[in-house]
């Protein structure tokens, strides 16, 4: 057999920086290694493997609708992708459902939603979408220049323009910022993911909402990362009180495979006519129908289990010796340890636990249905590698 690590190096592009580590199976919040090494998982894929590695009903629910209709173009309608569409109305509070296949696909939706309801209600110079610095959008030209963090742009320009950035949490300066640059919409992390596991103040969520509200303006929020029950409500925003006018989402939403879906609210849902957008996979048949069978169960019980395991996790880490600071919401939680992140997962690593970084900390995201047991066990092994 050939290495697969050696395959990797020579054939596939350059862009990650592995761990030294292939991971071949798993089950639940259980992967294992090619020689057979067992660790909990407490990555799941990045906030993806809702209900972990292998889980039976998902994957029933795909393979029954695999052998049934894998895909079909959407000039057809197909029975999964609009009982997925209620399904998330259901949940959220909007109208109407774009699907397409990742993160940053459901950006570009939800900016071009903005931008097209802008320049028809206000006029095309409202085209500015404000993000906040140190937000993460994803990896276009378009959600690249979304994603307010300098670091990520250079080398890549010039970027789509028409995106301007606020200091999280200074609803003055956002304020200020919206009365200087025409804004079709203001898009936020209620969380900011890989800025660093930081929620936003409750405050400046509802002051967002109410001036957009107040101004017109297309009130959005990347739920990509925290949605879909990662933070103990099935979206974010619902822990803040506030309904939007559009949402992105994914990441945990197809449970393994690739999806990314725009929620559009009452505002927004008939801004798209035939020809304005469009995704070739959207929609796609056994990846709804494995999204349906992920969102049907994330339910209160579920969600309550949640909040228990993040309430644990809190108290088991928060002040423990090597630990400065513990932050997060629901089962996204960045620790800031003395020693550096790297290490610390490294280590982690070692002893059988795997977890990922955010900037400077140490990122959990384990399965929302992680055992309790597992997840003491990841807890005391990531307490004794702070140390
Ligand atoms: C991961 C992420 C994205 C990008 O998603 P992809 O599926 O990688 O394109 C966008 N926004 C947020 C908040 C994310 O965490």
New binding site residues.
Partial sequence: MENVKELDKQYVANTYARFPLQIVSGKGSLVYDETGKEYIDMGTG?AVNTFGVADSEWAAAVTEQLMKLQHMSNLYYTEPCAKLAKLLCEKSGMKKVFFGN????A?EGIIKAARKYAAEKKGPEYYTIITLKNS????TLT?LAATGQDKFHQLFTPLTPGFAYADANDLEGLKRLASEVKPAGILV?CVQ??GGVLPLTAEFVKGVADLCANEDIDFMV?E??TGNGRTGKYFAYQNFGVLPDAVST??GLGGGLPI?AVLLGEKLKDVYSPGDHGSTFGGNPAVCAGAISVVSRIDDALLEGVKKKSEYIFRELSGAEGIESVAGMGLMIGIMTAKPAADIVKACMANGVLCLTAKDKVRLLPALNIPQELLEKAVAVIKECCK
């Fill in positions: 990045i990742s993160g940053a696909e950006n993460f959008h994803g990896r959600t992390e993911g890989e990347d990509v990362q994914a990441k990314g």
